[in-house]
């Protein structure tokens, strides 16, 4: 299996950015597709963003496109999500998932999980 731990959150003024990494152990971290999903308090987890395991096909909820970016550098093992124009509503706490096929934007097809990093934006 593949362990995942997240860094990079934090407290952001509304506008401002942020890059959260994902760091990946255990199994070869180029078989894995990536994504990063968020669940703010009361909310159920949402999908975020997610990328092919070249990193050339990455897929974004509407509420995000334009803003975050998601990245991977396999010789690193590790996935990013730049996060710009941050807005209030992006405060949750932000979660890596993998998985071994193909690009998803749901949260029950991934296999294996970070324990999330929390990223508040304030207004």
């Known amino acids: 299996q593949v362990q995942l731990v997240e860094s990079g959150g934090g407290l952001v003024q509304a506008g401002g950015s942020l890059r959260l990494s994902c760091a990946a152990s255990?199994?070869?971290?180029?078989?894995?597709?990536m994504g990063w999903f968020r669940q703010a308090p009361g909310k159920e987890r949402e999908f975020v963003a997610a990328?092919?395991?070249?990193?050339?096909?990455?897929s974004y909820a509407d509420s995000v496109k334009g803003r975050f970016t998601i990245s991977r550098d396999n010789a690193k093992t590790t996935a990013y999500l730049q996060m710009n124009s941050l807005k209030p509503e992006d405060t949750a706490v932000y979660y890596c998932?993998?998985?071994?096929?193909?690009?998803?934007?749901?949260?029950?097809?991934?296999?294996?999980w970070g324990q999330g990093t929390q990223v508040t934006v304030s207004s």
């Open positions: 998932a993998a998985r071994l096929q193909q690009l998803s934007s749901s949260v029950r097809d991934y296999d294996y």
């Open positions: 255990g199994r070869t971290f180029s078989n894995y597709y």
């Open positions: 990328i092919s395991r070249n990193g050339i096909s990455t």
